[in-house]
């Protein structure tokens, strides 16, 4: 097998690509014969990327010298389309043995997708219906939804569906993957997960970071792009979806695409930048970017009628963390002596993975007071040895032919819409700049005074 990556010198490939391989290969889950090729402009060798690699490599990597030598290097501008011919016979030339399976990895920005595709595809090193010829592409799918509707119309008009893989690595984290389980495994939620029961729901996306050294992609992105139209719509599908009528792949797709298709954008929703982003690298002066985002908005379906649902993300936060609170409606009971709180249920996807259940019971005593009560379910800690991380399952899938856990073309026409048409109304909407996570949630409070953040 050979797994190339374009856009290898990236932050993505040291970060998680690498690692998710080298773990894959210590728990024996790669060919024997395979090569990890990496694909930049900068003036490498092999020795010279991987000391790259290990200058930003963070744990143990006990058998690292072993892994190592599968690790190549091919120096190559991907967006000039000559530079491929001469590609295609390197490959030929040097891994002959290896070219049964062959997987790329589009570790880059989303305009170079059309000229890599094309690139591979022209000079017949990914040929149609040879499915053990496959292309992954980074989210986001495109720039809007003009640029994904061109780069998806040109993929398949020479390739197959079933040779195209759209990550979005949310999907692979264990707890994304748990909602449906939890959902349609469990009668006691499943009866109650509609409007009738449920007061709203929040999805948070936190993350501590600032743009650091990817300033340059992000100005073109902003929270929009980069986190709501992947991340948490796809999070949202899974919530908000009505039960397939089968646990497979395409049923459950089938309904997580009506999700997307029925989102009503409500007006109240946030836009903000953090103090200090116009002075990042690569950020050009008066940038409007918004590295925050707030939005509510419902679901149009039977299933949810006026529930409210909050999506709430931003960079510059006190802690990275992500999760799900689901909060139920008020009890109809009321007690003389402590009043019950609304029961939630929390999915936590990062940094711990688990569940709570807060709910209200008898507090300790002679009298009969109703007192806030949880049930801690944590996830990592009943597991045996650490759970995969989501870059490993899903290169896994891709090598297994596993499609699953990636995105269909439709979730993401979808989800395009929405964005196109919040883009739009973000240029009316005044951009906040915040200093921090106190700060900017002590505005949003302001907007949403119905529920507490
Ligand atoms: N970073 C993350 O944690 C992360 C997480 C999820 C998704 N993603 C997605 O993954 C993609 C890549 O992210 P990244 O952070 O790795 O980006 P990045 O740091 O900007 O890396 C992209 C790499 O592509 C190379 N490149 C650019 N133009 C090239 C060309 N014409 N020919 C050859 N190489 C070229 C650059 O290499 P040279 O320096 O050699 O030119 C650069 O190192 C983005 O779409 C992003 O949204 C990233």
């Not at 599908?237 to 999700?259: F, W």
């Amino acid at each position: 097998m050979i797994f190339t990556i374009f856009g290898a010198t990236g932050d993505l490939t040291t970060k998680k690509l690498i690692p998710a391989l080298y773990n894959l290969y210590i728990e024996s889950q790669l060919p024997e014969e395979f090569t990890v090729l990496g694909i930049g402009r900068r003036d490498y060798d092999d020795a010279g990327f991987i000391a790259e690699i290990e200058a930003g490599m963070q744990g143990d990597y006990a058998e690292w010298d072993v892994f190592k030598v599968h690790i190549q290097y091919y120096r190559m501008d991907f967006s000039n389309i000559d530079a491929f011919s001469a590609f295609s016979a390197m490959l030929k030339t040097h891994y002959a043995g290896q070219l049964r399976d062959k997987i790329f990895y589009l570790a880059t920005a989303p305009r170079f997708f059309p000229i890599i595709a094309e690139g591979l595809i022209q000079n017949h090193i990914v040929v149609r219906g040879d499915l053990r010829s496959k292309i992954v592409f980074e989210k986001p799918f495109g720039e809007d939804l003009a640029s994904a509707k061109s780069y998806n119309r040109m993929l398949l008009q020479s390739i197959d569906e079933s040779q195209v893989y759209r990550i979005d690595h949310y999907l692979g984290k264990e707890m994304l993957q748990n909602i449906l389980i939890v959902r349609f495994a469990n009668k006691i939620f499943e009866n109650i997960w509609n409007f009738k029961h449920i007061d709203h729901i929040k999805i948070i996306a936190y993350e501590s970071e600032t743009v650091k050294q990817r300033g340059g992609y992000y100005d073109q992105s902003g929270a929009l792009k980069d986190m709501v139209q992947n991340h948490l719509f796809q999070t949202l599908a899974l919530v908000a979806m009505d039960s397939p009528t089968g646990l497979n792949d395409r049923l459950i797709k089938d309904e997580k695409v009506k999700v997307l298709q029925r989102i009503v954008m409500s007006d109240d929703i946030m836009f903000g930048q953090y103090a200090g982003y116009l002075d990042e690298k690569g950020i050009p002066s008066g940038s409007k970017t918004e590295t925050f985002a707030a939005l509510k908005l419902y679901i149009n379906t039977s299933r949810w009628q006026h529930t409210p649902f909050y999506l709430i993300t931003g960079k510059k936060m006190d802690e990275k963390l992500f999760r799900i609170v689901i909060t139920f409606k008020d009890s109809s009971f009321f007690f003389e002596k402590g009043q019950p709180e609304k029961n939630q249920l929390v999915i936590e996807v990062y940094p711990r993975e688990g569940i709570e259940i807060l709910f209200n019971g008898k507090a300790p005593g002679l009298q009969a007071y109703a007192m806030p009560m949880k049930l801690d379910y944590c996830h990592l800690c009943n597991t045996i040895g650490n759970t995969p991380e989501a870059y490993e399952k899903l290169i896994l899938d891709v090598i297994h032919d596993d499609a699953s856990l990636f995105t269909r073309w439709d979730e993401i026409e979808a989800s395009w819409e929405i964005i196109d048409a919040l883009e739009m109304i973000k240029h009316f909407e005044p951009l906040v700049i915040y200093e921090n996570q106190t700060a900017i949630l002590a505005k949003l409070e302001t907007l949403w005074k119905e529920v507490k953040i």
